[in-house]
């Protein structure tokens, strides 16, 4: 079965200081992609980090990056340097590659409270 | 310079009634997608169109029905409407081998059912 999992649901971190939000997946395919998004209060979903199951280095973009270990089937996005901006949900997505249908699977999410 | 653009933003009717949500993405991209999003913020995906045929229908109520004019356009039209469909539907797109064939999603629309 295809299932992400993210055992956190809800996350404080001080502003300035460096949080990671976990996440786990399971899946038989061999060749995936994992994925995080963000969502504020706002509503939208805003596309963070992607990585792909047989990329060698962790996925880094500004002050996101994904901590990516492929025998633990996890895959934990670490924001650095927190800023308030940053206090939303997140959720954790995986696509397998097979059946070459584009299929986001969701895991619950974390919500992420950035305090001053 | 909106990406993936969804109308409208709030949707408030009565059980029973028929309504449609537009969803348009100027990104060129060639696969579009509706995700549901309930109250307890879990996302499915219900459908996926690329160059404007059905690839993916997740077991959704045949109430729900997709169209896709052209392949940037996906519009999501509801009979019949009951209390549970209430939910934020969201409208993505990706482009197949760019980034893991990423998608990129609209502002949502919420629906609510009285």
């Known amino acids: 079965a295809q299932k992400i999992t993210q055992t956190q649901p809800g996350m404080f971190v001080q502003e300035k200081e460096a949080v990671t939000l976990d996440c786990t997946y399971d899946?038989?395919?061999?060749?995936?992609?994992l994925f995080w998004y963000k969502q504020p209060s706002s509503g939208e979903m805003i596309f963070l980090i992607y990585q792909g199951s047989y990329d060698q280095q962790n996925a880094t973009e500004g002050r996101y990056s994904l901590n990516f270990q492929k025998a633990r089937k996890s895959a934990n996005l670490v924001i650095s340097a927190s800023q308030l901006g940053d206090s939303a949900m997140y959720f954790c997505a995986m696509r397998p590659f097979s059946g070459g249908y584009n299929k986001l699977i969701f895991g619950a999410g974390t919500r992420l409270a950035v305090h001053p | 310079d909106t990406a993936v653009s969804q109308t409208p933003k709030y949707l408030v009717t009565q059980m029973g009634n028929d309504k449609s949500i537009k969803c348009e993405q100027n990104l060129g991209h060639d696969t579009m997608y509706w995700y549901k999003q309930d109250s307890k913020k879990f996302l499915k995906i219900m459908f996926s169109y690329n160059n404007k045929e059905l690839i993916i229908n997740e077991t959704v109520p045949n109430r729900f029905s997709p169209k896709s004019p052209d392949k940037a356009h996906l519009n999501l039209h509801i009979n019949s409407l009951e209390l549970g469909d209430s939910a934020v539907y969201f409208c993505?797109?990706?482009?197949?081998?760019?980034?893991?064939?990423?998608?990129?999603f609209g502002p949502g629309t919420r629906l609510t059912v009285l």
């Open positions: 899946t038989s395919d061999p060749s995936y992609g």
């Open positions: 993505a797109s990706s482009q197949e081998g760019v980034r893991g064939d990423t998608q990129y």
